[in-house]
Every structure is written in structure tokens, then in C-alpha cells.
């Protein structure tokens, strides 16, 4: 079993400390809060040792492991301290807050060769899956564009006061990280060029602009064009957006429905759409996240969403926000 020690048990954190009391792969030892109200509120709940930062719970508790779940901006310093105490670090997306956080902290795991990985639990969903399959295995041919487009209701979903309705690019930095990982999780690609627009919606609770339209290129040639909408009116989507994948020899189709529909489908040019079974997972969402985890730090395999990998699904997302603010397109890497 991996011993854990969790930093941050906030709403999210709460639900993370769930994930690890439940796993088979891993234990919660401790968990690390500034909080004091935190801290006694899961405490005895989790039945496990509570502390106020993360140097002291590592010097008292023996642990294998860091788990990360605080607020983005406190994620390079508390996943380096865990780092630079010998400690494979597990984070909750984003891997930091800055590209040159986001490089430090590779940079770091690097140096130290332990794993730091990111949780991408959309990944980690069956029809995800699904579809990955079918577009690496080449039989859509040579990808010509793909189409993404996201829209939710949310104007009172995360409650009054919540963080996200006052935070600047709203979407594109707390949502659109999922779609762009995905992007490059179903393509096998990167992206290397972006143009952003923003536009805001008068009638929702949120100070600034909850969506984004963005025309991306792959490394393949390939056209990506992305649509995000937090306030929408129209047709809601699933959490995991409405994918139209298409290429030289056919397209796939994944959640060409409402927001309940988590299908996909294959169709090469000139033959009907065919469903494509969706596999049956041990383990989904975050509970495999933390599993590929404790299979990297014991078999020394790099894991799927490795900081090094993941840093370029992070990187779409500031490219979107530069782009935003320049008016301009931006060429990464």
C-alpha cells in the first residue's frame, strides 16, 4: 500500500481524501491544512493525524507519497517541498499556475527522479477511451480537423460567491484544461499554434468572459477549432464536450448528443455510422488516476499524464489566454 500524506482537504480535497480512503493501492497517513478549521473538520471524520504544513507532518509520519489537492497557485511551492523531501508527488490539475512554474517543477522531478504526475481524470473514462482507441489506430487515416464544442448552464451551479464567478478566464483556465488534454489524449498530437477570442455573457454572475473560441493547429497539419460556453442557453453538452474527429479515410463522433449522451461512433467515408463498444474499466475517474500513480512510483514506469507530458496540455491553455490578450496567434513551443 502507498502511504499518502495529503495536502489540502478543502471541498475538492475532502473529496480526494475519499478516493485514497477507498483505494486498494494506497493509505491515507496524514493530511496537511493551514486551515485549523479544516483541519478539525476532517480530522477525526478521516481518523488520521492532522497538520499545519507539509515539513512537519514529513518529518513525524512515514510516508511514501504527496498528494497535492490545494489551490493552483500553491501548487509549485507545496509539490516542490514534497519533491525535495524524496517524496513522488500526485497533483490535481493544473500542474502550476505559470509556465515557468510549470517548467521548474518538471525541471525539478527531473533532477530528483521521482515521479510527479498530474490527475487528467477525463482520461480515465471509458468512452475516452473509446475513442483514443479508434483515432490511434490509424483507421481514420491521416487527421484532417477536429471540432469540440462545450457549453453548460452554470450560472448557479458552484454557488453564490464561488471563486470562479470573480477569476479572470474562468473557463479556459479551471475547464478547457480537460478538453486540451483530451485533445492531445485522442490525437497523439501536440498543438503548436492557437488563435483565442473571448466574449462576455451580460446576463450571467460572471465578472469576466466564461467562454472562449479557439483555432488551433496540431503537429500533424491537422485544424482543431474549439468552442467554450460556461453561461449558455442553447444545448448543453456533456462534461465532456461533443467530439467530431475526421480524417482521410473517416470521422468518429463522440457525444454527438444532449449533455446525457456518452456514445461514440466510426464512420468511413461513403458507409453508415457504427457504434463503437465502450470498454469496461476496473477502475474510472480519480480512483485510476490514483492507481496509475502507485503503479509509476512501484514499478519506476513514467505514468500516462507525467508532469513532462502534461506541461504541454497546460500550455494550450496559457497560449489561449496570451492570444486573448494580444489579439493575435501564438505559436507554442
Known sequence: MLRIVQCGVGSFGRSWADVVKRSRVAELVAVVDPAAEARARVGEVLGVTTYPDLDTALAEVACDAVLVTTPPATHHAVATRGLRAGKPVLLEKPLAATMDEARDLVQTAEATGLVLMVSQNYRFRPPARAAQAVVQSGALGKLTHVKVRFARETRT????????????????LDMSIHHFDLLRCL????????YAREWPVPDSPYVYPPTVAALMTL??????????????????????????????????????????????????????????????LD??????????????????????TRAADNIHSLAIVFACIESIERGETVRLG
Open 283 to 304: 477502475l474510472t475517474e480519480r480512483d485510476a488516476t490514483l492507481a496509475a500513480f502507485a503503479r509509476a512510483v512501484e514499478t519506476g514506469q513514467p505514468p500516462e
Open 157 to 172: 451551479l458552484f454557488g453564490a460567491g464561488n471563486f470562479r464567478y470573480s477569476m479572470r478566464y474562468p473557463l479556459v
Open 219 to 280: 503537429d500533424g497539419g491537422g485544424t482543431v477549432v474549439y468552442e467554450g460556453n460556461w453561461a449558455s442557453h442553447g444545448t448543453e453538452t456533456s462534461w465532456n464536450a461533443a467530439w467530431e474527429v475526421v480524417g482521410a479515410a473517416g470521422r468518429l463522433l463522440w457525444n454527438p448528443g444532449d449533455m446525457h449522451s456518452e456514445e461514440v461512433w466510426t464512420q468511413r467515408w461513403g458507409e453508415a455510422l457504427q457504434p463503437v463498444a465502450l470498454p469496461g
Open 187 to 194: 490525437t497523439g498530437q501536440n498543438v503548436v499554434q492557437v
